[in-house]
């Protein structure tokens, strides 16, 4: 399995609001994390690494949410062609 970072998936940093989201979504949904020992001018220590799979799940694009139909209006029962005995109680 590919385990990348944050930086790795998006190719730019993450920050960290976005790091805390993403780590908290992974520790709900009990997935298992590994880490990487950093060193460069900006940042020194160990980031958290993710199964592809899951950045894959987790950035996915939302699906496009559809309209509704419509509500149609009041029907009026008065004019129904419906006899009593075709009513189903």
Do not use: C, H
Not at 9 to 33: C, E, T
Not at 63 to 75: F, Q, R, S, V
Not at 79 to 88: F, T
């Amino acid at each position: 399995m590919e385990y990348l970072s944050l930086y790795d998936y998006l190719g730019k940093p993450a920050g960290g609001k976005l790091g805390q989201q993403v780590a908290g979504a992974a520790y709900k949904a009990n997935i298992k994390l590994e880490t990487r020992d950093v060193e460069n001018p900006k940042y020194t220590g160990k980031i958290l690494l993710y199964p592809k799979d899951f950045l894959e799940f987790y950035f996915r694009e939302p699906d496009t949410i559809k309209e509704a139909d419509p509500i149609p209006g009041e029907i009026d029962w008065s004019n129904s062609e419906l006899e009593d005995d075709d009513l189903p109680f």
